[in-house]
């Protein structure tokens, strides 16, 4: 192919999905979508990356000279289809402006179904960092929960080396336990991969310029952080991360996936991360061999849809296969609830035109959850506006505990420097800030009620209702919070609330699933129950909510429920 091929290949299949005309799920469209943004942006100079084309085409083509060394195959070395060229074009073509010898892209995160041909792919790339990307001393580490594991990609590198007399002329040498790059002519390594086991505490003293952790939905962040942290001298470091789906949902594969579905629905910025996750849509039917090839990208090629068809005939048939089909087959993650909120929608009722300003003298709603001591706190502000509820929160959190948090959640400080978050003195919450701020804005606003979830909230509630300020205490349970919860959920979306674009709120809403009850109550909660990610703001904005509708029982909400008791 020549070299603009390739990009016009990604290209298209950026747009073929976008448009619908590929078939596939939400979140491989709003990658093609990003792909088509970053492209017109690219054209502004002043844009701190640019698309180079050659790029692009070389990393694909050196790929396609490889040869196959599993399965049957009609051409004896690889040929890329439209999914692999997206994925491949993007991670080698986005560039940046200012030094175009270093990728955009750092961390790759891909996830699709069993026997997408993932470890082929990487063991490429592996390869072409290796020989082509210009990294002084190259080191390729392959990781992954066991050893065996950790050695499914060296091992197709090494069957490559084997049957490329291409490859060994470029001085790659294929050892039991390590690939070098020994120039003809020389003794001297001046690159290697290896494989290693998951023992983090045994992998000190490594300078990797790219990490391969193979199935990172069952990686834990150990090896990780002992990977990652000794790739800091690195000027072009290379995280892959490829993956079907899984069950541990304190993964690194779940927690990049988190951001990542995060980035491409404009929750937060990383434009370090390229991702593609291919998956089912909520509601899509597994037993629907129609919506397969939305986590199997390659359907036909790998897997054959033959090898599907039994495989989902046998999950129908026998208990216990369903779970397994589902994970493997249709990358469904067990137990990872969707988002409650539609991050479409709630982007869609932001006004970064309002202000608290202009509510000045109206009546208002406040909420609050003040959460763990040394966490995020939260208030909340409802007013109504226009048949409209809007909505302000003001978050906190201690300034001690963000540099031990920046790892989890690295947008802390961006949102404090945007006024959206409050870092306070210390390492715990400050109670007395909060309650400052909530006199203040009883101050300015018609305050109709103050709210508050029980927990460490009695004696901030109790100073403001013993000064006759209309402050109670209610628990957070399936009872208090259906109703609002509900009429958040309805009015988001159907385009009746408002708010003014605040990052950390959204980042919340985007954190946030919900417990649905026999009873039809709902419980909005966290993604996982030790995940770091926080929905302290929606809480905090329910029981505000929650006040209003309490205060306007004679109005008919937006959304009935009789709550007994």
Same mark, same amino acid.
């Given at each position: 192919?020549?070299?603009?091929?390739?990009?016009?290949?990604?290209?298209?299949?950026?747009?073929?999905?976008?448009? *619908?005309?590929?078939?596939?799920?939400?979140?491989?469209?709003?990658?093609?979508?990003?792909?088509?943004?970053?492209?017109?942006?690219?054209?502004?100079?002043?844009?701190?990356?640019?698309?180079?084309?050659?790029?692009?085409?070389?990393?694909?083509?050196?790929?396609?000279?490889?040869?196959?060394?599993?399965?049957?195959?009609?051409?004896?070395?690889?040929?890329?289809?439209?999914?692999?060229?997206?994925?491949?074009?993007?991670? %080698?073509?986005?560039?940046?402006?200012?030094?175009?010898?270093?990728?955009?892209?750092?961390?790759?995160?891909?996830?699709?179904?069993?026997?997408?041909?993932?470890?082929?792919?990487?063991?490429?790339?592996?390869?072409?960092?290796?020989?082509?990307? *210009?990294?002084?001393?190259?080191?390729?580490?392959?990781?992954?929960?066991?050893?065996?594991?950790?050695?499914?990609?060296?091992?197709?590198?090494?069957?490559?080396?084997?049957?490329?007399?291409?490859?060994?002329?470029?001085?790659?040498?294929?050892?039991?336990?390590?690939?070098?790059?020994?120039?003809? *002519?020389?003794?001297?390594?001046?690159?290697?991969?290896?494989?290693?086991?998951?023992?983090?505490?045994?992998?000190? *003293?490594?300078?990797?310029?790219?990490?391969?952790?193979?199935?990172?939905?069952?990686?834990?962040?150990?090896?990780?952080?002992?990977?990652?942290?000794?790739?800091?001298?690195?000027?072009?470091?290379?995280?892959?991360?490829?993956?079907?789906?899984?069950?541990?949902?304190?993964?690194?594969?779940?927690?990049?996936?988190?951001?990542?579905?995060?980035?491409?629905?404009?929750?937060?910025?990383?434009?370090?991360?390229?991702?593609?996750?291919?998956?089912?849509?909520?509601?899509?039917?597994?037993?629907?061999?129609?919506?397969?090839?939305?986590? #199997?990208?390659?359907?036909?090629?790998?897997?054959?849809?033959? #090898?599907?068809?039994?495989?989902? !005939?046998?999950?129908? @048939?026998?208990?216990?296969?369903?779970?397994?089909?589902?994970?493997?087959?249709?990358? @469904?993650?067990?137990?990872?609830?969707?988002?409650?909120?539609?991050?479409?929608?709630?982007?869609?009722?932001?006004?970064?035109?309002?202000?608290?300003?202009?509510?000045?003298?109206?009546?208002?709603?406040?909420?609050?959850?003040?959460?763990?001591?040394?966490?995020?706190?939260?208030?909340?502000?409802? %007013?109504?506006?226009?048949?409209?509820?809007?909505?302000?929160?003001?978050?906190?959190?201690?300034?001690?505990?963000? !540099?031990?948090?920046?790892?989890?959640?690295?947008?802390?400080?961006?949102?404090?420097?945007?006024?959206?978050?409050?870092?306070?003195?210390?390492?715990?919450?400050?109670?007395?800030?909060?309650?400052?701020?909530?006199?203040?804005?009883?101050?300015?606003?018609?305050?109709?009620?103050?709210?508050?979830?029980?927990?460490?909230?009695?004696?901030?509630?109790?100073?403001?209702? #013993?000064?006759?300020?209309?402050?109670?205490?209610?628990?957070?349970?399936?009872?208090?919070?259906?109703?609002?919860?509900?009429?958040?959920?309805?009015?988001?979306?159907?385009?009746?609330?408002?708010?003014?674009? #605040?990052?950390?709120?959204?980042?919340?809403?985007?954190?946030?699933?919900?417990?649905?009850?026999?009873?039809?109550?709902?419980?909005?909660?966290?993604?996982?129950?030790?995940?770091?990610?926080?929905?302290?703001?929606?809480?905090?904005?329910?029981?505000?909510?929650?006040?209003?509708?309490?205060?306007?029982?004679?109005?008919?909400?937006?959304? @009935?429920?009789?709550?007994?008791?």
């Amino acid at each position: 192919m020549q070299p603009r091929a390739y990009a016009a290949l990604a290209l298209a299949y950026g747009e073929d999905v976008v448009a *619908g005309r590929v078939l596939a799920c939400k979140w491989v469209q709003l990658a093609g979508a990003r792909h088509l943004r970053d492209l017109e942006a690219a054209k502004d100079p002043t844009s701190p990356y640019v698309w180079d084309p050659a790029q692009a085409a070389a990393a694909c083509a050196f790929i396609e000279h490889l040869p196959h060394v599993e399965g049957t195959w009609a051409t004896p070395t690889i040929q890329l289809e439209p999914a692999q060229i997206f994925l491949v074009a993007l991670l %080698f073509g986005w560039r940046h402006r200012a030094d175009p010898s270093r990728r955009r892209f750092t961390t790759l995160y891909w996830e699709l179904g069993r026997k997408g041909a993932k470890s082929t792919l990487m063991a490429g790339i592996a390869l072409y960092h290796l020989l082509k990307e *210009g990294e002084v001393g190259p080191s390729i580490i392959c990781g992954a929960t066991t050893g065996s594991q950790a050695r499914i990609v060296f091992g197709i590198a090494q069957q490559m080396i084997t049957r490329s007399s291409w490859l060994r002329r470029q001085g790659l040498r294929s050892f039991v336990n390590a690939i070098c790059v020994i120039p003809r *002519g020389t003794e001297t390594t001046t690159g290697s991969m290896r494989p290693i086991n998951a023992k983090a505490s045994t992998q000190d *003293g490594l300078n990797p310029s790219c990490i391969v952790l193979d199935e990172s939905h069952a990686q834990d962040f150990e090896l990780h952080d002992v990977l990652k942290s000794a790739q800091g001298a690195r000027r072009n470091p290379l995280l892959l991360c490829p993956t079907t789906a899984g069950y541990n949902q304190l993964s690194v594969g779940f927690a990049l996936r988190k951001t990542l579905t995060k980035v491409l629905e404009g929750v937060i910025d990383a434009d370090h991360l390229l991702g593609l996750i291919y998956t089912l849509d909520e509601g899509d039917d597994w037993r629907d061999e129609r919506v397969w090839v939305k986590a #199997n990208p390659m359907l036909g090629v790998t897997p054959l849809l033959d #090898n599907m068809r039994r495989y989902c !005939l046998d999950a129908q @048939q026998t208990p216990g296969l369903e779970g397994e089909f589902k994970v493997k087959c249709c990358s @469904q993650w067990t137990n990872a609830g969707s988002s409650w909120l539609s991050m479409t929608a709630w982007h869609a009722c932001a006004d970064p035109t309002l202000t608290l300003e202009a509510f000045e003298g109206q009546p208002c709603w406040i909420g609050g959850d003040l959460a763990q001591l040394d966490d995020l706190a939260a208030a909340a502000l409802v %007013f109504v506006r226009d048949e409209q509820l809007v909505g302000f929160v003001r978050c906190y959190l201690p300034a001690g505990v963000v !540099l031990e948090r920046a790892r989890a959640v690295p947008q802390y400080r961006e949102w404090a420097s945007r006024g959206e978050l409050v870092l306070t003195e210390g390492t715990m919450i400050d109670y007395a800030r909060i309650e400052a701020d909530i006199r203040d804005w009883v101050t300015r606003f018609q305050v109709r009620d103050i709210c508050f979830d029980q927990y460490g909230s009695v004696q901030l509630v109790g100073a403001l209702y #013993n000064d006759g300020l209309p402050a109670r205490v209610e628990p957070k349970n399936g009872k208090t919070f259906t109703l609002p919860a509900r009429e958040l959920e309805t009015r988001v979306k159907h385009g009746r609330f408002r708010h003014d674009g #605040n990052m950390c709120l959204a980042w919340q809403a985007s954190n946030c699933v919900v417990t649905r009850r026999i009873d039809d109550s709902i419980l909005p909660k966290k993604d996982a129950p030790e995940s770091p990610n926080k929905i302290d703001a929606i809480d905090a904005l329910i029981m505000a909510i929650g006040g209003y509708l309490r205060a306007t029982a004679a109005v008919t909400p937006t959304y @009935q429920m009789l709550v007994v008791g």
